[in-house]
């Protein structure tokens, strides 16, 4: 009895406070105009975000959004203010759209949804499918339907276009880490595989999602590149160690490093991963 | 039949044993592969069954068996030297001392410095241990002040490694620690044989030449001492025969739990309370019992985080040694 009391009382007594932070304007903007001061809390949605709308709607973003290594478009997120993704942060930028990813700030989004901001999650992309399902929530949100569907244009044509050039015969790629971590199908490791003209050993190997590889199946598999990220290299565990394991030197496929940046989000830089690998296997198989 | 028939019976029994599990060891993996095609594949040269059986099954059949040995036979010598049957290799900090120094590498970044920079590190941990816990101990001393001091390195190993996993920098490092400290044979290679195999086979035949100090120890410290045996220098003995083996075992397999304790209280009936038997044929049952858990790893696995071959021995060994207490209780009464 007493908790089911006092909860209600305790938003009302937050809400004062935030209301009195974020000063009239809150309340003036009107809600059917596409949202003016966006927040954007995980580096995913930065991205797509940053692609869609104007530096001047944008309130702030993640706080990796400026990490060279992280963010395709670090340098377009420059000077823009950072939120760490804590709800008294966000409240106090008055956002009139909150953008997440379902998997982080978990509590921050509730607790925005119960102040009444819109909040829209967006899931992170494992497939181009869902790469250009997420451009167009996101478009949808902000009010950009027309600019989204001409990046998804784009995308798909750049993509036709890379898969008209492949060989008959398809190379197989790998993704393999230390600890045995590796990706199968659905995941955009995948399709960026693909989209380079590879077959994806691990998911020939039956594993689905990202996962452990045994060894031994990443040998029967025999793929020509073994794909590492350069996501922190220097950073303890997260080197290459089983790379340096006989079956796989002895082996001879050729490592293959694609910057992180590429492929930790959905987006069109997706396709640069790929052109990477597809450039580098035309090298290594020679003229 | 005389006793001592039976007895030979049940060595020659678990020697077959653990060949042929070791032989199965070798067929028995993540990829459908028939033995013909396996064995037929390698002495043709082809590429993909070659590098699987030379370079995968070989070591991790061979570190099964090694890492049991080890385990087992340290064991032994300790609950001999210690006459607790509570002892276990990992009593005296040599394992503590191995995982801390494998965390330690882990951490720094070390481990990923050149291939064998993670056992490297398990090795000096462990010298570093065991020559802690010489110091507390002192040469003549106690049983029960060795065993505190072990008991104090291996809970300050314990500290310190908790004291790495909180400052641990990223949740991938933390999760590589986690798995190398449940234990695992999965995915080492030759050189990890290389680097142990010499320093287990050093450990195991310095505590097979303690067997006779053991045999007099059983008859208790002031017995043993007018039979002509050098307490201190049994002592040093076992101390740096474990190290040698265990240390060198855990640095490439990771903490695995059990395998001494329970190997040589499975071989004490087949041994006849003589401690210079019981230590080859703890070894011998540790070799079977460990590749026996780890084939049942590899059996287990169907898709998805393998279930480390530490995890399982805690598993399967914990209401294993209940039901030994259980049987050994029944039989007092």
């Known amino acids: 009895?007493?908790?089911?009391?006092?909860?209600?009382?305790?938003?009302?007594?937050?809400?004062?406070?935030?209301?009195?932070?974020?000063?009239?304007?809150?309340?003036?903007?009107?809600?059917?105009?596409?949202?003016?001061?966006?927040?954007?809390?995980?580096?995913?949605?930065?991205?797509?975000?940053?692609?869609?709308?104007?530096?001047?709607?944008?309130?702030?973003?993640?706080?990796?959004?400026?990490?060279?290594?992280?963010?395709?478009?670090?340098?377009?997120?420059?000077?823009?203010?950072?939120?760490?993704?804590?709800?008294?942060?966000?409240?106090?930028?008055?956002?009139?759209?909150?953008?997440?990813?379902?998997?982080?700030?978990?509590?921050?989004?509730?607790?925005?949804?119960?102040?009444?901001?819109?909040?829209?999650?967006?899931?992170?992309?494992?497939?181009?499918?869902?790469?250009?399902?997420?451009?167009r929530t996101v478009a949808r949100a902000?009010?950009?339907?027309?600019?989204?569907?001409?990046?998804?244009?784009?995308?798909?044509?750049?993509?036709?276009?890379?898969?008209?050039?492949?060989?008959?015969?398809?190379?197989?790629?790998?993704?393999?880490?230390?600890?045995?971590?590796?990706?199968?199908?659905?995941t955009l490791y995948h399709d960026i595989f693909e989209a380079s003209g590879h077959d994806n050993g691990a998911a020939r190997a039956g594993l689905d999602g990202y996962g452990m590889l045994p060894l031994e199946r990443l040998v029967a598999e025999h793929p020509d590149t073994l794909v590492s990220s350069d996501y922190k290299r220097g950073t303890p565990t997260l080197g290459n160690r089983l790379l340096q394991h006989p079956a796989i030197t002895r082996m001879g496929a050729d490592e293959h490093i694609l910057p992180a940046r590429e492929t930790v989000c959905g987006g069109p830089w997706n396709l640069d991963a790929a052109a990477r690998l597809a450039a580098h296997h035309e090298e290594a198989s020679g003229p | 039949m005389t006793p001592a028939h039976t007895r030979l019976i049940g060595v020659l029994v678990l020697v077959a044993f653990t060949l042929t599990l070791g032989a199965v060891s070798l067929f028995v993996g993540y990829v459908d592969m028939s033995p013909a095609r396996l064995v037929g594949g390698t002495l043709a040269g082809e590429l993909i069954p070659q590098r699987i059986l030379l370079d995968i099954r070989v070591p991790r059949t061979v570190l099964c068996l090694a890492v049991g040995a080890a385990l087992g036979i340290t064991g032994a010598a300790m609950q001999g030297l210690l006459r607790n049957p509570l002892a276990e290799p990992g009593l005296l900090g040599v394992s503590g001392g191995a995982a801390l120094g494998a965390v330690l590498a882990l951490y720094t970044g070390l481990a990923n410095a050149f291939y064998l920079a993670l056992p490297l590190a398990g090795f000096a941990g462990t010298a570093l241990a065991t020559a802690f816990v010489f110091m507390l101990a002192g040469r003549h001393t106690g049983t029960t002040t060795l065993i505190?001091?072990?008991?104090?390195?291996?809970?300050?190993?314990?500290?310190?490694?908790?004291?790495?996993?909180?400052?641990?920098?990223?949740?991938?490092?933390?999760?590589?620690?986690?798995?190398?400290?449940?234990?695992?044979?999965?995915?080492?290679?030759?050189?990890?044989?290389?680097?142990?195999?010499?320093?287990?086979?050093?450990?195991?035949?310095?505590?097979?030449?303690?067997?006779?100090?053991?045999?007099?120890?059983?008859?208790?410290?002031?017995?043993a001492h007018s039979l002509g045996i050098h307490l201190g220098r049994l002592r040093v003995r076992v101390l740096v025969g474990s190290a040698l083996a265990v240390g060198a075992a855990v640095s490439v397999s990771?903490?695995?739990?059990?395998?001494?304790?329970?190997?040589?209280?499975?071989?004490?009936?087949?041994?006849?309370?003589?401690?210079?038997?019981?230590?080859?044929?703890?070894?011998?049952?540790?070799?079977?019992?460990?590749?026996?858990?780890?084939?049942?790893?590899?059996?287990?696995?169907?898709?998805?985080?393998?279930?480390?071959?530490?995890?399982?021995?805690?598993?399967?060994?914990?209401?294993?040694?209940?039901?030994?207490?259980?049987?050994?209780?029944?039989?007092e009464t």
């Open chain 2, 148 to 223: 505190l001091a072990g008991v104090a390195v291996s809970s300050l190993c314990g500290a310190l490694i908790s004291l790495v996993l909180n400052w641990s920098p990223n949740p991938t490092a933390l999760s590589e620690i986690v798995f190398w400290m449940l234990g695992s044979l999965a995915d080492r290679s030759n050189r990890d044989v290389e680097l142990a195999l010499p320093f287990i086979c050093a450990g195991a035949v310095l505590l097979l030449g303690c067997g006779k100090g053991l045999r007099a120890l059983t008859l208790g410290e002031e017995t």
């Open chain 1, 142 to 186: 902000v009010g950009e339907v027309g600019r989204g569907e001409v990046i998804i244009a784009r995308f798909e044509a750049r993509l036709a276009q890379m898969q008209a050039g492949h060989g008959a015969t398809r190379p197989v790629a790998t993704q393999y880490r230390s600890g045995g971590f590796s990706a199968g199908r659905n």
């Open chain 2, 254 to 331: 990771g903490s695995i739990g059990f395998i001494g304790l329970v190997a040589p209280h499975l071989m004490r009936p087949l041994a006849g309370g003589d401690p210079s038997r019981l230590l080859p044929l703890a070894a011998l049952a540790g070799a079977a019992l460990l590749t026996a858990a780890d084939l049942a790893v590899r059996l287990l696995h169907a898709s998805g985080p393998e279930l480390k071959l530490g995890v399982l021995t805690a598993l399967v060994g914990a209401p294993f040694f209940l039901v030994l207490i259980l049987r050994t209780r029944r039989l």
């Open chain 1, 1 to 135: 009895m007493c908790t089911q009391w006092r909860r209600p009382g305790l938003v009302a007594i937050l809400g004062a406070v935030a209301l009195s932070v974020a000063g009239p304007s809150a309340a003036v903007t009107p809600s059917r105009d596409a949202p003016q001061r966006i927040v954007s809390l995980n580096l995913c949605t930065d991205q797509i975000l940053l692609q869609l709308v104007g530096r001047e709607r944008i309130v702030a973003l993640s706080f990796l959004s400026q990490d060279p290594f992280s963010s395709v478009l670090h340098e377009q997120a420059q000077g823009l203010p950072v939120a760490y993704g804590s709800a008294e942060e966000v409240l106090t930028l008055e956002p009139d759209l909150v953008l997440v990813g379902t998997y982080t700030t978990r509590h921050t989004t509730a607790l925005l949804r119960r102040f009444g901001i819109p909040v829209v999650a967006v899931p992170g992309a494992q497939s181009f499918a869902e790469v250009k399902e997420e451009i």
